[in-house]
């Protein structure tokens, strides 16, 4: 369905998320987190899946944390 990222675009993997750089970022600092087998929304998640996207947001969100970028929302 939807093509897997360059491998030097992937951020990390946790399980079955992936953050990865999109190829024409709107933003300087622009992540897309994605589940690698498709789901339709949050609720469909398992518990293992949440656990992989609570870790995967640690991780992201701590790299970029490293850069000085906020992420907060103005």
């Known amino acids: 369905l939807c093509p897997a990222p360059a491998g030097d675009l992937v951020v990390?993997?946790?399980g079955t998320w992936r953050a990865a750089v999109p190829e024409a970022a709107r933003y300087p600092f622009e992540v897309v987190l994605s589940t690698i087998p498709h789901r339709p929304d949050l609720p469909s998640l398992n518990g293992g899946e949440r656990d992989d996207l609570?870790?995967?947001?640690?991780?992201?969100?701590?790299?970029?944390?490293?850069l000085g970028v906020s992420y907060r929302p103005n």
């Open 12 to 14: 990390a993997t946790r």
């Open 54 to 66: 609570a870790a995967l947001l640690v991780e992201v969100l701590s790299r970029l944390d490293r």
